[in-house]
Each structure stands twice: as C-alpha cells, then as structure tokens.
T-cell receptor, first 118, second 111 residues
Framework: DTEVTQTPKHLVMGMTNKKSLKCEQHMGHRAMYWYKQKAKKPPELMFVYSYEKLSINESVPSRFSPECPNSSLLNLHLHALQPEDSALYLC?????????????????FGPGTRLTVL | AQRVTQPEKLLSVFKGAPVELKCNYSYSGSPELFWYVQYSRQRLQLLLRHISRESIKGFTADLNKGETSFHLKKPFAQEEDSAMYYCALNLRKGGSEKLVFGKGTKLTVNP
C-alpha cells in the first residue's frame, strides 16, 4: 500500500455536531500531518505528529482535536465548528530520505475530506 | 521571515510553448525546496525536489541561491500540464518538519 487514504470523502455537519476525520497510511511513515485548504488557496498546516506524539500545533482552535492512536492512523475530531471552517482537510505522511549524502523529508498527501459546516 | 513567493497567480500559454513558473524564497539556512502539483480533482502530489536535480514530465527546476529562486521550467508545454502548481519550503521546527507553501500558480495550457 503506497497511498495515504482519508475517510470520509465528503462530510456535512451542523455547528453542534461532533464528527471525526480519519487518515491512514501503511508506508511505515512516522510523521503525519493535518492541513486545511480553502478554495484556491495553498494548504495551511494545522498539526504535526512525529512518532505518534504531537510535535507542532499551529495555534489551531480547540474545536479541532487531533489524535494519533498508532503509527498508521491519524484522526481529527471536530466539535462545535463554524461555517468558516468549511474547507478541504488534507492529511499527509512523510518519510525522511537521504540522497547523495543529504537528508531531506518528502510528504505524501491524501485526497482530502471536503467538509461543509452548516 | 521564512516564506515562499509565487508572483503569478495565473499563467496561460499555448501548447508547445515554453513555460516558466516563478518561485522565490526567503530562508536563512540551506533551503529544501519542492514543487507540488494539484491536477483538477486529484490529490496534491510531489513533482520535483531540488536535491535530486531530476526532470519529471519534462519539468526541471534549478535552485539559484544567489537569486533565492527555484523556478519551474518546461520547454514545450502540453495540455495535460494544466494544473495548480505550488512551490514549497521545508522548515525544521522543534525536531519536526513542516512545509510552507507559496500561494500557487494556476497554469492553463491552451490547444
């Protein structure tokens, strides 16, 4: 399996709902990421997990709660979202590589979950 | 500040014409730069990494540290190259790594 998968593909939720987004990879990558992408904008980093521990939180509101149950899974729990949170939520994973003696990190992206908050 | 600038929001060329998508960066260390592409209704995917100096789908990108640029070039554009292109800089923060993206350039290749 050489892909990052995300479920669901689409999600519509009300502002009082609780829902979760799921991301999975079986490539042995030890870093996983959540990004938010608004229409016609670049992805914006939300969270980074490294070896199942949260290592970066880009000052994301607490209504978004990430979880990394194991090295292959990443969840994003959603609660009391606002309409402006509607966006494409991308998951990525990465693997450090070495080329010609130089280290670099390469991220692989999932297809995203398109979230609409009513 | 560490940032990536893509000055062209939109770029339109005819099939067979050369194309250059510009990317400038601001970074105090030795940069790790990438080009990602997002075709319509497809996932974001890596196109090129500066470190490997390769050609993918006819595209090349050379890191110019003097001009702090990493422009993407292709000598003869094809219609299937139409997509959104993002230049990205990898930053190391607290033992983790994060990508900072430019705002993107939408390339349209006309028949």
């Amino acid at each position: 399996d050489t892909e990052v998968t995300q479920t669901p593909k689409h999600l519509v939720m009300g502002m009082t709902n609780k829902k979760s987004l799921k991301c999975e990879q079986h490539m042995g990558h030890r870093a996983m990421y959540w990004y938010k992408q608004k229409a016609k904008k670049p992805p914006e980093l939300m969270f980074v997990y490294s070896y199942e521990k949260l290592s970066i939180n880009e000052s994301v509101p607490s209504r978004f709660s990430p979880e990394c149950p194991n090295s292959s899974l990443l969840n994003l729990h959603l609660h009391a979202l606002q309409p402006e949170d509607s966006a494409l939520y991308l998951c990525a994973s990465s693997l450090p590589k070495v080329l010609a003696g130089t280290y670099y990190n390469e991220q692989f992206f999932g297809p995203g979950t398109r979230l609409t908050v009513l | 500040a560490q940032r990536v600038t893509q000055p062209e929001k939109l770029l339109s060329v005819f099939k067979g014409a050369p194309v250059e998508l510009k990317c400038n960066y601001s970074y105090s260390g030795s940069p790790e730069l990438f080009w990602y592409v997002q075709y319509s209704r497809q996932r974001l995917q890596l196109l090129l990494r500066h470190i490997s100096r390769e050609s993918i789908k006819g595209f090349t990108a050379d890191l110019n540290k003097g001009e702090t640029s990493f422009h993407l070039k292709k000598p003869f554009a094809q219609e299937e190259d139409s997509a959104m292109y993002y230049c990205a800089l990898n930053l190391r923060k607290g033992g983790s790594e994060k990508l900072v993206f430019g705002k993107g350039t939408k390339l349209t290749v006309n028949p």
